[in-house]
C-alpha cells in the first residue's frame, strides 16, 4: 500500500500532458492521475471518476485501469481516496466488492445459492462433497451442486431422480395405483394391508378441521408446482449450456463466451475487458476452440428400476428390511426386520417412498397419496419397486463338518439371504454384516 502511494506521488511531478480518454491537454499535473499500473496509465481525474463510480456503483465489479489489456491492474484502496477523499462510502463498497469477487474465484469459499442472500461460507474439505449451512438465511445445500442437500445420490443423479419424481407426480401416479390394487385383490396381500392402518387414518381424518387440511393442501400444491416450474426452467438452461457452453480444461466448470477471440479466462472477463467480474472459477486461460463442450448429466442408468419398468403383481408383495449386526439370527424370523414407514409406523410393503433430501425419510405406498400434508412439498423422492436391502450375493464361511439341509446351502453357499432370516439358522454359521446407504446394496462376507 505505502509502495504504491510511492510511485504514485512521484509520477505527479512529470507535469502535464493529455488525457488519453477524453483527448484534452492539461497543463497541471494536479489535473491528472497516474495508475499504478506497470504502464503508468495517465488519466484525467474528472474521465477516471466517472468510470470509477460507474464501474463500482452501476455494475458492482472491481475498479480495474481502463487501459491495461495483457493485465488487468486493480485500483488500490488508497488510489481510490485519494480519487474520492470525501466520498468514503464508494471506497468501502469497492472493498466489499474486491473482498467478494477474491472469495468467488477461491476454490475454498461457496457462495449462499439462495436468490437475495449474498453470504458466503469456507469450505471446511475442497474435495468432498458436504452439507453447508447459509448462516444468514439458515438454508442447507450441496457444496458441489449448489442444489438442496441430498442423500444417496450423487450431484449427477439428481435431475434424472427429480425428472422421474416430477413424471410420477403429473403422469404415473393415477395409472400405477390403478394397477397396483388390482393386483392386490387377493386374500394374502388383503390381509397385508392390515385393517388396522386403515382404521387409524380414517379416525385421525375425521378429526381434522377440514378447513385446515384443504388450506394445507392448497399451499402444498403450490409449492409444488413452484418446484416443477424451477425443474422445468432448469432443463431450459441446461439445453442452452449445452448449445452455448464448454468446460474449462484446467477445472472443469462451466464457461461462456461473451465475444472476442477462442482465448478465453476461467470465472472472469478477458484481460482486455479489464479482468473484472469475477467469478466461480480458476481464472487461467484456455483455448475455446479446443475445449470439451458441455453435456448436461444424465445417469439414468444409475437409477433405481423405473415404476415403468416393475410388474405390478411382483411390486405389490415386495417387502422391504433393515439389516445391521444382529444376535441370535437363528431365532429371528425376517418380519422382524421390515422397515416401517414414518407416516403410518406399519411395514412397507409395495413400493417404497424415499426422501433424498432428508437423511432417513421413507413411507409406503398407501400414504404417499397424502405425502403433501406429512412431508415437505419441494423435497424430491426415489421410488423403490424392489426390496431396497436385498443384497447380491451373500457368502457363508462355515466349517467343512457343517451338513445344510438346504438345496441351495449345498448348491454352493451363495443364496438370498431372506431364506436365512426365514430358517432357524445354525449356530456354527458366521456373518459379517456391512450396512450401507438405503440405496446401496448389502454383502456379507
Not at 142 to 163: M, N, R
Not at 257 to 277: F, I, L, P, Q, S
Not at 339 to 350: F, N
Amino acid at each position: 500500500m505505502v509502495f504504491g502511494l510511492g510511485r504514485l506521488f512521484a509520477r505527479k511531478d512529470r507535469g502535464g500532458g493529455e488525457c488519453v480518454i477524453c483527448c484534452e491537454t492539461f497543463g497541471s499535473s494536479a489535473e491528472l492521475f497516474t495508475i499504478g499500473c506497470g504502464q503508468s496509465h495517465r488519466i484525467c481525474v474528472e474521465c477516471l471518476r466517472r468510470y470509477v463510480e460507474g464501474t463500482v456503483r452501476g455494475e458492482k465489479k472491481v475498479a480495474t485501469c481502463p487501459l491495461c489489456i495483457e493485465a488487468a491492474y486493480e485500483l488500490s484502496e488508497a488510489e481510490l481516496r485519494l480519487l474520492f477523499p470525501e466520498d468514503l462510502a464508494l471506497v468501502q463498497l469497492h472493498g466489499e466488492i474486491q473482498f467478494r469477487a477474491e472469495m468467488a474465484s477461491s476454490p475454498n469459499f461457496l457462495a449462499c445459492p439462495t436468490a437475495g442472500c449474498d453470504a458466503y461460507m469456507e469450505k471446511a474439505e475442497t474435495r468432498v462433497r458436504q452439507k453447508v449451512q447459509c448462516p444468514s438465511c439458515e438454508a442447507e445445500f450441496c457444496s458441489e451442486c449448489k442444489e438442496t442437500y441430498h442423500y444417496q445420490l450423487q450431484c449427477c443423479q439428481v435431475q434424472p431422480a427429480a425428472g422421474r419424481w416430477f413424471k410420477w407426480l403429473k403422469e404415473d401416479r393415477a395409472e400405477c395405483r390403478r394397477r397396483i390394487s388390482e393386483a392386490r385383490l387377493s386374500p394374502v396381500v388383503r390381509f397385508s394391508l392390515r385393517a388396522s392402518r386403515w382404521a387409524r387414518r380414517v379416525t385421525h381424518r375425521s378429526n381434522e378441521n377440514t378447513e385446515q387440511r384443504a388450506v394445507a393442501n392448497t399451499e402444498a400444491h403450490k409449492e409444488v408446482e413452484s418446484v416443477m416450474r424451477r425443474f422445468a426452467e432448469l432443463q431450459k438452461d441446461e439445453a442452452w449450456k449445452e448449445k452455448n457452453c464448454r468446460l474449462c480444461e484446467y477445472c472443469d466448470r462451466v464457461v461462456e463466451k461473451m465475444d472476442g477471440c477462442n482465448t478465453v479466462t476461467c470465472g472472469r472477463d478477458a484481460r482486455d475487458k479489464g479482468g473484472g467480474n469475477a467469478q466461480d472459477g480458476c481464472g487461467r486461460m484456455f483455448d475455446w476452440s479446443k475445449a470439451r463442450p458441455y453435456k448436461r448429466s444424465n445417469d439414468e442408468v444409475c437409477l433405481l428400476k423405473s415404476i415403468d419398468e416393475a410388474d405390478p403383481g411382483q411390486v405389490s408383495k415386495v417387502k422391504h428390511h433393515v439389516l445391521g449386526k444382529f444376535q441370535g439370527l437363528e431365532r429371528t424370523s425376517s418380519k422382524d426386520f421390515r422397515m416401517l414407514c414414518r407416516v403410518c409406523e406399519e411395514d412397507i410393503i409395495g413400493p417404497l417412498f424415499s426422501c433424498i433430501n432428508c437423511p432417513d425419510w421413507k413411507c409406503c405406498f398407501q400414504c404417499e397419496a397424502n405425502l403433501e400434508e406429512k412431508h415437505c412439498p419441494s423435497h424430491i423422492f426415489l421410488i423403490h419397486v424392489e426390496d431396497i436391502s436385498k443384497p447380491a450375493e451373500l457368502e457363508i464361511d462355515r466349517p467343512a463338518a457343517a451338513t445344510d439341509s438346504s438345496e441351495e446351502h449345498r448348491a454352493g453357499g451363495s443364496f438370498h439371504w431372506e431364506a436365512i432370516l426365514e430358517e432357524k439358522l445354525r449356530p456354527s454359521h458366521t456373518f459379517v454384516l456391512y450396512f450401507e446407504e438405503s440405496c446401496g446394496s448389502m454383502r456379507g462376507d
